[in-house]
């Protein structure tokens, strides 16, 4: 069983930065981990996901801005989001799934309670 927690939201200016953090018990480093972001209207989306060998990958909105990085020894999952628009206003939610991804975006079955970001024009 893995359970995840979210921290690091918060409100900020477009062009503003925010660095997402997810802690995950029962967690092993050889654990596929994602990011998903959901908007207020509209349906649940994949942001960023990272293999067990560091593998990433981004949707296309967010390429370029967003960074996913793993802390192994913390049993933690960073998202680095640089460059933020109002459009990346949501709810940010962790993700785990028990070995590898091996697709871009597996049925990921460990949610954490989500962490909300808000991007103010």
């Known amino acids: 069983q893995v359970q995840l927690v979210e921290s690091g939201g918060g409100s900020v200016q477009a062009g503003g930065s925010l660095r997402l953090s997810c802690v995950a018990s029962?967690?092993?480093?050889?654990?596929?981990m994602g990011w998903f972001r959901q908007a207020p209207g509209k349906e649940r989306e994949g942001v960023a996901r990272i293999d067990y060998d560091g593998s990433t990958t981004y949707a296309d909105s967010v390429k370029g801005r967003f960074t996913i990085s793993k802390e192994n020894a913390k049993n933690t999952v960073l998202l680095q989001m640089n460059s933020l628009k109002p459009e990346d206003t949501a709810m940010y939610y962790c993700?785990?799934?028990?070995?590898?991804?091996?697709?871009?975006?597996?049925?990921?079955?460990?949610w954490g309670p989500g962490t909300q970001v808000t991007v103010s024009s």
């Open positions: 029962g967690y092993t480093y050889r654990n596929c």
């Open positions: 993700a785990a799934i028990t070995g590898r991804c091996w697709v871009d975006w597996p049925a990921f079955p460990y």
